[in-house]
Each structure stands twice: as structure tokens, then as C-alpha cells.
């Protein structure tokens, strides 16, 4: 018997590197407050919603506003941020995504997206990879984001797979918390050091697809 059915990708920073981008839409906000957001504190920001990236910021740079003003700010964000992937395109792909893609779909794999950005079905559609996902499950769609399990556990619902045999795909350590949460194998991507739960965890798509992508299903 196959010991996972469904593969659940998340986005920025796992299919593509748009964390960069929303780094600096995120600084230019932070800068109006004369607060240098450092790569340190996005890390922190990564997989968290747009809202309660923005709250977060505001903490940090001791600073209050009114409900109209922050709405401001995160329509300017979101602007800032959409001009910066205007030009993205397929070579923005992080290396190994297509080819583990490939894999999983020659095994009859199933394969959702699950992503806090608002902005997923976009993104994916100027990667040319939106034939690949049978189920995107969005910012758009979730009252809660990570690491609440909603999006990972709607992703399993939607291609009606249990939660224990998805496999989720996480860069961030909010979005592995999720995918434990909803009772999921998280495979981390990136340095073991940025998480505090995961079942497996590697440098990059590359590496995993070289080393285990075939024995998790
Ligand atoms: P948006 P993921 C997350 O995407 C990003 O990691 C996070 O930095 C961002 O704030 C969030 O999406 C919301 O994005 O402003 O486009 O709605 O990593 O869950 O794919
Ligand atoms: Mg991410």
C-alpha cells in the first residue's frame, strides 16, 4: 500500500521565491515608520497572512493606527508587492519543483496548493503551472491562517484524501506547525534550525527529490 496519497505544496518560498518580493514591499511599509526590517524579522512574516504580517510590523515598530490607515497600508503592500511580480515567469520556478511535480503526477500522486497569499492562483498561473494543482486552497479561502490547519485540512477535503496520508511541502516554521496540526507528514525545506517540528527536512525540492521524494509515496 502507498503510504501518502496527496501532496500539498505551499507556495512562496516552496513552488517560487516570491518571500524576496514580499520582502521588500514589506520594508518599504516598515520604512514609513522609520523601522529597518531586517531578513531576521521576515523570517517571522513567512506564511503568515497579509493582515497579521502587517500587525506584526507595527508591533515591532512600536507603532498604532487606525483601522482606515492600516487598511491603506496593506492595499499600498499588496500594489508594491504586485509590481514586483509582474514580470515573474517559469524561470523563477525554485529548482527541482517542476521535475517533483512531474514525478508525483507520473505516480498518479495528488496535488493541491496550500498557501496564505491571496495572490496563489496568479503567481501559479504565470509559472505555468496551474494544470498540475487539483486543489488550490488559498488566502482567499481560510478564516484562519497558519498555523491554524484550515488551509492544509481543506486541501485534503477537496481531494477527498485523510489528512495522515498527505504529505505537506513548507518552507515556513507557521506553515509546518499547520501541516502537524492537521495530523500531516511536514517535510520542511530549508534549515532545520528555522523549525521546531518537522518529519523530515531538506536544503531544497532538489535535494528532496534526489534523496526521498519517491519513498514518501
Ligand atoms: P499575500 P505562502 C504567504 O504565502 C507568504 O509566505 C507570506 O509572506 C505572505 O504574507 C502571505 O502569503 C500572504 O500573501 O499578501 O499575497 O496575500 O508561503 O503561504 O505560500
Ligand atoms: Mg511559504
Known amino acids: 500500500m502507498k503510504k501518502h496519497l496527496c501532496a500539498l505544496f505551499d507556495l512562496d518560498g516552496v513552488v517560487v521565491d516570491t518571500a524576496k518580493y514580499h520582502y521588500l514591499a514589506w520594508r518599504e511599509i516598515a520604512s514609513k515608520f522609520d523601522f529597518d526590517l531586517t531578513e531576521k524579522d521576515n523570517e517571522q512574516l513567512k506564511g503568515v497572512s497579509r493582515i497579521e504580517s502587517l500587525k506584526l510590523i507595527l508591533e515591532w515598530a512600536n507603532v498604532s493606527l487606525e483601522k482606515e490607515k492600516f487598511n491603506l497600508l496593506l492595499a499600498e503592500k499588496n500594489n508594491t508587492y504586485l509590481g514586483y511580480i509582474e514580470t515573474l515567469g517559469t524561470e523563477e520556478i525554485l529548482p527541482g519543483i517542476k521535475e517533483g511535480l512531474l514525478q508525483l503526477q507520473e505516480n498518479k500522486i495528488k496535488i493541491g496548493l496550500g498557501s496564505a497569499s491571496k495572490n496563489a492562483k496568479i503567481i501559479l498561473d504565470k509559472l505555468e503551472l496551474t494544470s498540475f494543482f487539483g486543489a ?12 491554524n490547519p484550515e488551509i492544509f485540512l481543506k486541501g485534503a477535503a477537496a481531494l477527498q484524501v485523510a489528512p495522515e496520508k498527505c504529505v505537506v511541502f513548507e518552507d515556513s516554521a507557521v506553515g509546518i506547525q499547520a501541516a502537524k496540526t492537521a495530523k500531516m507528514t511536514a517535510v520542511a525545506l530549508g534549515i532545520p534550525d528555522s523549525f521546531s517540528q518537522y518529519d523530515y527536512c531538506y536544503t531544497d525540492f532538489t535535494t528532496l527529490t534526489a534523496n526521498g521524494l519517491a519513498q514518501l509515496f
Open 136 to 147: 488550490i486552497i488559498d488566502g482567499n479561502q481560510v478564516e484562519k491562517g497558519k498555523p
